[in-house]
């Protein structure tokens, strides 16, 4: 069951709320293989005058990973990386979206002056 309203979870109990809780927080998992970014692939030119790539047919595709909130720029992926970075970010999405509905929760619990 996925809550995602505030009006769905008017319609619980408190005591539906905290095991719903903690049913997400067991959904967690392995936390430690999570990255919270994204992926782009990109074609490049190298520049030089006598490249295939300056007739149109560019070099690549290659991987970078931009990691959220970060001040500097896009990583590179070695392809041996890309499946592993995928799979991280997948991780780290799934994650985002249960504790974003722990925090609804939350704030309903608190609302209801039952956090704890």
Request: glycine share 8%.
């Amino acid at each position: 069951m996925v809550v995602s309203q505030k009006k769905d979870l008017l319609t619980l109990t408190t005591q539906e709320l905290l095991v719903r809780r903690g049913q997400l927080a067991s959904r967690l998992g392995d936390v430690e293989h999570l990255l919270l970014g994204s992926l782009v692939e990109q074609m490049r030119r190298c520049g030089k005058a006598s490249c295939r790539c300056a007739a149109g047919a560019l070099h690549g595709p290659y991987a970078f990973f931009t990691p959220r909130g970060a001040r500097r720029g896009m990583r590179y992926i070695p392809a041996a990386l890309l499946a592993y970075t995928r799979a991280c970010l997948q991780r780290g999405a799934q994650a985002e979206a249960v504790l974003a509905e722990i925090s609804a929760i939350n704030v309903e619990l608190l609302a209801r002056r039952a956090l704890g």
